[in-house]
């Protein structure tokens, strides 16, 4: 399906975000934000996750598709990013731009709710099933708060389909990002969801472009195929300077199941390559660059589930037989996809590459309490990543 956009209507769209009613008076950063959303409309400035995830609820509203969130702070983002309702300083009115791009445009509901997850993750699951030409979606303040709506998830949520022939497009953001933060806030528990995959129930993805979420977010609402879409989204990422894209990245191409290596390396001179999913993919480009190492690539599986198999061994083609692929991820070895992976694509990869993993030690917690232990950690993996 196409999810691109015109270039002339991202721009457009861009500027109604930053644009206020006036002698509406917000606070002095929330002034900084939307100065920041017309550097972006004017090709100043690349695009932030913000942006681009802005980006895809407004030009879906326009298209005549009904656009909702909830969850806990959502319209603010839990890590202050999103700005979707902004207040007035001084009276505390508030303004929903996204409500106010066009006069023909499908409503756009975003709400706070409580942390009653079970309870609101039920309600958007109903909600998803009469509106099903809408994009519906429920947010984790950080994905381990899915726990507590664990019941909807395995009662319905994966299985209604084929218990019932209920068809759902129910899009959930899941916080996910190994930072240091301590084992509460570090893992939406990935592994979880794959193990609930069959038969193409659900969708797994790990987006690390706010293009390629802009056209994954489009792609949910834009094809007619109607599954439950499970979303790991950055932390760390919603500000990385390196995690950007263009106002082109968004008015042409598409969600992309797999990205290959976007530097220059040539295949012929690769020695290894690193198989990875999410923000890792940042800090393995950062040590690949430090360490000066031209003889390895380093690939980002975006879709986890329904595995892309052609895409992956296509993306792999070009690199010699016998040559190492390494799965490298943030989330012990008992966590993350490894295991997922190594059932489905055994030792070998397409009966021509070795395929190995490196992860964390197994573990009973997803993460250490002390930063500093997380940041020996994280060190480690990153060596092991290149020298195992």
Known sequence: VDTGVARDAIVRLLERRGALPEGFRPHAKIQKFLEGRLQMAAGATPLDWSAGEALALATLAVQGLRVRLSGQD?????????????????????????????????????????????????????????????????????????????????????????KWNRLSGLTMLLPHGFEGQGPEHSSARLERFLSLCAKDNIQVVQPTTPAQFFHLLRRQVLRVWRKPLVVMTPKSLLRHPGCISTLEDLATGRFERVLADATAVDPRDVRRVLLCTGKVAYELEKRRQELGRRDVAII??????????????????????????????????????????????????????????????????????????????????LTAAFNS
């Open 74 to 162: 959502s319209p603010r983002g839990t890590f202050s990013h999103r700005h979707a309702v902004i207040h007035d300083a001084a009276t505390d009115e508030t303004w929903c731009s996204l409500e106010h791009l066009a006069p023909d445009q499908a409503p756009v509901e975003i709400y706070n709710s409580p942390l009653s997850e079970s309870g609101v993750l039920g309600f958007e699951y109903g909600y998803s099933l009469d509106c099903p030409d809408g994009l519906v979606m429920w947010e984790a303040q950080f994905g381990d708060f899915a726990n507590g709506a664990q019941v909807v998830i395995d009662q319905f949520i994966v299985s209604a389909e084929d």
């Open 300 to 381: 980002r599986v975006e879709q986890l589930y329904p595995l892309p198999r052609t895409q992956l061994e296509q993306t792999l083609a070009g690199y010699a037989a016998g040559t190492p692929v390494i799965w490298v991820q943030d989330e012990p070895e008992n966590m993350g996809a490894w295991r997922f992976l190594r059932i489905h694509l055994g030792d070998k990869l397409f009966d021509r590459l070795p395929f190995s993993g490196v992860c964390r030690q197994s573990a009973a917690r997803p993460a250490p309490g002390s930063k500093k232990s997380h940041a020996l950690e994280q060190n480690e993996l």
